[in-house]
């Protein structure tokens, strides 16, 4: 079996379970929320008003930058639920019913919830969580069906663990979609996979640990509808000590890897396959023996610029060809790779912004 495919085994720590917290402090004693056509959340139990919880929507502020931004497929950047309703979900009925339902809303996770299999998440929702305690367990979150699209999505500031299979998936032609501030570990199969032609996405400040697979973008060598799809921004993402997929990329083009801090992958960092197009800019790399690959596995070779990235106790990154500039998108700045690893490691995870 190839090192890629065989499966980690889950971390079970006192430190991992001391994470484990089911109740919020601050956060009122919230229960899920019922939502009325006016907009205003009432409790169901607990204490929350709909005047709380739109305090704490109104918190966790901010934009994305890269490919979320972008003016495309009938959608001008990513603002996920604004507008819609604000509830607070503490339970796994809750969560699954919510990010479900038709129309944007602005989705609180309070505490930890333990939720079995994939959640589908369809149109126009925010995904947040309070405070620093927020989690999702044992599942994950799936964007999209092949009958109810995941588009217009944001997830930030919670903890994924455990998962049965994928902790997020963005498939079935999911556009702008934001991922932000989350902590990814201890899953069975991918952390965050990006695939069936979905698009327009940006990732970051997340940090990856204890896990293998942490972030695959392409469905497989076969799947060539993915080719003009696939356009992903990932930045100031934390792989610390995560062994691949940083990402793994088959057809995208352009991919924008950008001031990512990479320290101690096994494996590899970075593998273009397939044709892709990918830059690697900025970045850090830290203790990683193939911080990019052109080609990886049985995939053939994809195409790689990379440029003012730093290697630190690293070996020789591989490129080949030419790739689309993300300028050509979006505008950015990059920010000195030097200054990387510790701008990333005090900015990246959950409890970093204001939810």
């Not at 994924?160 to 902590?183: P, R």
């Not at 070779?301 to 990154?317: A, D, L, Q």
Request: contains cysteine; charged residues 15%.
């Amino acid at each position: 079996m190839n090192a890629e495919h065989r499966p980690r085994p889950r971390l079970r720590s006192a430190a991992a379970a001391a994470l484990l917290v089911a109740a919020l402090a601050g956060a009122g004693g919230a229960a899920s929320a019922d939502t009325t056509a006016s907009g205003t959340a009432t409790a169901r139990t607990g204490s929350v008003t709909g005047q709380a919880v739109g305090k704490l929507a109104a918190a966790c502020t901010g934009t994305p930058t890269g490919f979320a931004t972008v003016n495309a497929l009938g959608q001008n950047g990513t603002t996920g639920g604004a507008g819609g309703p604000v509830v607070t979900v503490t339970t796994a009925a809750a969560l699954k019913d919510y990010v479900g339902r038709p129309g944007p809303y602005v989705i609180q996770v309070s505490g930890r919830i333990q939720v079995s299999g994939m959640l589908t998440v369809v149109a126009n929702k925010s995904i947040l969580g309070v405070g620093t305690t927020a989690e999702i367990t044992g599942g994950g979150l799936q964007l999209g069906s092949t009958t109810r699209p995941g588009n217009n999505v944001i997830i930030r500031n919670i903890r994924f663990t455990g998962a049965e299979d994928d902790s997020i998936s963005v498939t079935n032609k999911a556009h702008h979609v934001w991922i932000d501030h989350n902590d990814l570990s201890d899953g069975y199969d991918g952390l965050l996979d990006i695939k069936r032609e979905s698009d327009f996405v940006t990732v970051s400040w997340n940090h990856f640990h204890h896990h293998s697979k942490s972030a695959l973008l392409g469905h497989s060598d076969s799947y060539t509808a993915d080719v003009g799809k696939l356009r992903v921004t990932y930045h100031h993402n934390f792989f610390d000590g995560t062994d691949q997929r940083h990402p793994r990329v088959r057809f995208a083009e352009p991919v924008h890897v950008l001031n990512n801090y990479y320290r101690d992958n096994a494996l590899y960092g970075v593998a273009s396959t397939e044709n892709a197009g990918v830059l690697v800019e900025g970045n850090y790399f830290e203790n990683v023996a193939h911080p990019i690959y052109v080609g990886y596995d049985k995939s053939g070779p994809g195409r790689v610029v990379e440029r003012n990235n730093r290697y630190v106790g690293s070996g020789t990154p591989q490129t080949a060809g030419t790739v689309v500039e993300p300028r050509t998108y979006y505008p950015y700045t990059v920010d000195d790779p030097a200054t990387v690893p510790a701008t990333v490691s005090a900015g990246a995870g959950v409890g970093k912004i204001g939810c």
